[in-house]
């Protein structure tokens, strides 16, 4: 099979929908399955790192065409194919929840989470004109849909009302360190840590009510480290961390390189993720692995991904999440059982098997469009059966 995966979303900064695509793609080129994959990307100023394609065994179709230009026209107009950007293909698999339009390769789509259909308020641009709109008929029209937890997949199925045996799971695989993850990282002198976009979704104000809270409990709490690119709704968080009780305790990273990452983890004595929603919370999954304990919201699909490896706090409840982030600090004993049952779990996530589950939602998309095209079923008119 000739493959055309949107890696638009890894081009600038490899956030979690963009590592999730990066990382799918390499364990499917090292499965060796013989499919040609094909990277696409597009940008008026954006282009890929010279080395990407020998790094991940692929071929890259780069177009300087603006996203946001392209996105509209696909998503409204349904149109160009993207035949007319890479020839012929036999899949075409968008890294988001819309249709790429193709003129004869099976459609894949990747919908993580439902968020922007339950809290479209606070999405905004695209995602909000668009994802909410268009995702119900986009994603039973799809030959394939992928997602990354059985979290996922229930949603798919009970609000988009795709059949079950078009959804695949799946989940993100533990990253190999360099030198964590043998054991317990849990510094004394350690942070407080978030990673992820600074985004209404995040719960950062709430993460900030609790902070303060344990500053008043402990002069000696540790540092916060926010690590995220900030959105413009980030602004009233980054005045507030300027002011006390906040100033001179929280750090803003911003966005952090890929080899920037395992220092991070390494300084941090816990990560903290009270996210309102969540496809899967990469982040998690990363600290998991790198022996870090973890506390984190009791949304989404963060039970799911961290099982009993961590605390679980209602992301409402500052006081509760303040609770949770002091035992982490504090309390030795508990820090390390959480590490260490973080380890444990973090090894049940394999790359290597989710490529192989991507091969065959592939193998069976482009089975399901042959069978479509020779009993002249409509392409746009298709409902889940």
């Not at 065409?65 to 996105?71: E, I």
């Not at 916060?224 to 009233?236: F, I, K, M, S, W």
Request: proline share 6%.
């Amino acid at each position: 099979m000739r493959i055309l995966v949107d890696y638009r979303p890894a081009l600038r900064e490899r956030t979690g929908v963009g590592e999730y695509i990066h990382e799918l793609v390499r364990a499917y080129t090292a499965a060796a399955t013989g499919d040609e994959i094909v990277l696409f990307t597009s940008s008026w100023k954006d282009r890929p790192v010279p080395t990407l394609g020998e790094e991940l065994g692929v071929r890259i179709i780069d177009r300087r065409v603006p996203v946001r230009v392209l996105n509209y026209l696909w998503h409204r107009a349904e149109w160009p194919p993207i035949e007319q950007f890479a020839g012929p293909v036999d899949v075409a698999h968008s890294a988001h929840p819309l249709l790429k339009p193709t003129a004869r390769a099976a459609q894949v789509v990747t919908i993580h989470d439902l968020f922007f259909l339950s809290s479209a308020g606070m999405t905004a641009g695209e995602v909000r004109r668009d994802y909410a709109a268009l995702v119900t008929t986009h994603a039973r029209r799809a030959d394939a849909v992928i997602t990354s937890t059985q979290y996922g997949r229930g949603q798919i199925a009970d609000r988009l009302g795709v059949a079950a045996d078009r959804i695949y799971v799946c989940p993100p695989g533990a990253r190999p360190w360099r030198t964590l993850g043998r054991s317990a990282n849990i510094p004394a002198d350690g942070c407080i840590l978030f990673v992820g976009t600074l985004e209404p979704r995040k719960n950062i104000g709430r993460l900030l009510d609790a902070y303060a809270a344990l500053l008043t409990r402990r002069s000696t709490t540790p540092r916060l480290v926010l690590a995220g690119r900030a959105t413009p709704a980030a602004a009233d968080w980054i005045a507030r961390i300027s002011r006390p009780p906040l100033a001179g305790h929280v750090t803003l990273l911003g966005y952090v390189a890929d080899a920037e990452r395992e220092a991070l983890y390494r300084s941090a004595r816990v990560l903290v993720m009270p996210s309102l929603d969540e496809g899967f919370g990469l982040p998690a999954l990363e600290a998991m692995s790198a022996g870090v304990p973890v506390v984190a919201s009791t949304r989404g699909s963060l039970p799911e991904v961290i099982g009993e490896a961590g605390a679980l706090v209602d992301p409402d409840d500052s006081n509760a999440l303040a609770d949770a982030i002091d035992r982490a600090v504090s309390d030795e004993a508990w820090a390390r059982r959480a590490a260490e049952a973080g380890l444990a779990r973090a090894t049940q996530f394999s790359w290597d098997a989710s490529a192989a589950t991507l091969h065959r939602a592939y193998t069976e998309a482009v089975a399901r469009r042959r069978r479509a095209t020779h009993t002249g079923s409509p392409r746009k008119a298709r409902q889940a059966t």
